[in-house]
């Protein structure tokens, strides 16, 4: 049985902090690869915030090498790493992530070119 745990509200920043917020990906890493992790499932509550670009892609195959599952609400559940429409959808996720950082991205960068 999976257990969702989650610490509570961070009071210098006023943010919610999780039971899995590395600082570092190998520390991500080294947990996903050690036997007393203490989970077996992770749960992504907005994949286009959490995946940017090819993100998904990239990383998805580490959780199904570890046998840890993703969870996401739009596949109302575990993500199924054979089943080619929820990888087209959390692909499409990723683009409009990228899409957002450009749009947000791109009056600074008008703004450093002078223009």
């Not at 920043?13 to 007393?36: M, N, V, Y």
């Not at 915030?49 to 599952?69: D, K, S, W």
């Not at 993703?70 to 992530?97: N, R, T």
Request: charged fraction near 20%.
């Amino acid at each position: 049985m999976s257990k969702a745990v989650v610490d509570g509200i961070d009071e210098a920043t006023g943010q919610l902090t999780h039971a899995f917020c590395e600082p570092r990906p190998i520390d991500a890493l080294e947990t996903f690869r050690s036997s007393k992790r203490g989970f077996d499932a992770v749960v992504i509550g907005e994949p286009q915030r959490a995946f940017h670009g090819n993100q998904f892609g990239l990383t998805f195959p580490v959780f199904v090498y570890y046998g840890i599952e993703l969870w996401l609400p739009e596949v109302d559940g575990a993500v199924d790493p054979g089943f080619d429409a929820q990888d087209l959808v959390m692909s499409l996720y990723g683009g409009m992530s990228k899409g957002k950082v450009s749009e947000a991205i791109a009056p600074a960068l008008l703004e450093v070119a002078g223009g």
